[in-house]
């Protein structure tokens, strides 16, 4: 009798072929959880928030002012992509394979995809991730354990592109929920000017533009902080969001 082995671990897409992909407009997805081929996607008509146009709501931003979750960046990648291919009601099954979760892993270990958490009590109820290339992000997936929880990831993620200088934010596939946030839809093509006009460095990183909101909020809650500082990271990201919008 011959023993079974562990299964092989599924071989991630090479880094460097996905950010091509993304340049040219096309990602990956699978059919299943355990599905270890994928099939690469072209939509049609592309779903972005513009920077600018992002609707945060008089109930959103209260939550985020109040700072009802403690936000990371890249704190828990892989637990947040698990999340977020986790069964969900009316959607047993997932586009996030265990080859796109390696495939992504190894971006995000690359320097090219991250992730924000949102956490309550120390336990994980909601984040987001996506793939980060020139001044463009385009978001993956979101989950939420908990009300408001991804809308408040989205929200940080905003002003993290804003503070870094990032052009792009791009959400695939247009929902209800995104059009509510703010999401506009377009042809592939004038997307693909967009990706290529937002080409180029950004003044930060997002994990350099999270840190600097959190370093400023912290500086602004000392006493020789200029009064009308926020001094709180959710009230500096609240503030930054209706000040433009």
């Not at 340049?23 to 592309?46: C, K, L, N, Q, Y």
């Not at 609707?55 to 947040?80: G, P, Y």
Request: hydrophobic letters at 45%; a negative charge.
């Amino acid at each position: 009798m011959h023993a079974i082995g562990p299964s092989p671990q599924p071989e991630p897409i090479p880094a460097d072929m996905l950010l091509l992909a993304y340049r040219s407009g096309i990602f990956p997805m699978a059919d299943s959880r355990d599905d270890p081929d994928i099939f690469w996607v072209e939509p049609r008509e592309r779903a972005i928030i513009p920077l600018e146009g992002f609707v945060c709501s008089r109930s959103l931003t209260k939550v985020v002012r109040q700072d009802r979750f403690t936000i990371t960046c890249n704190a828990a990648f892989a637990d947040v992509m698990r999340h977020c291919a986790a069964p969900r009601p009316g959607h047993p099954e997932s586009w996030i394979s265990e080859r796109i979760l390696a495939s992504y892993s190894s971006l995000h270990e690359a320097g090219h995809a991250h992730s924000l958490e949102c956490w309550k009590d120390e336990a994980l109820v909601g984040g987001l991730y996506g793939v980060s290339f020139d001044r463009v992000f385009c978001g993956e997936s979101m989950f939420s354990l908990a009300d408001n929880a991804s809308k408040v990831a989205l929200a940080w993620l905003v002003a993290m592109m804003r503070r870094a200088g990032f052009a792009l934010l791009d959400c695939q596939f247009m929902t209800e929920h995104l059009a509510s946030l703010g999401a506009v839809e377009m042809p592939q093509g004038r997307y693909l000017e967009m990706v290529a006009a937002a080409d180029g460095t950004p003044a930060m990183t997002l994990p350099e533009a999270y840190a600097g909101l959190v370093a400023e909020a912290s500086s602004a809650s000392s006493s020789s902080a200029p009064a009308g500082s926020a001094s709180s990271p959710g009230k500096l990201i609240a503030q930054s969001l209706t000040q433009t919008s």
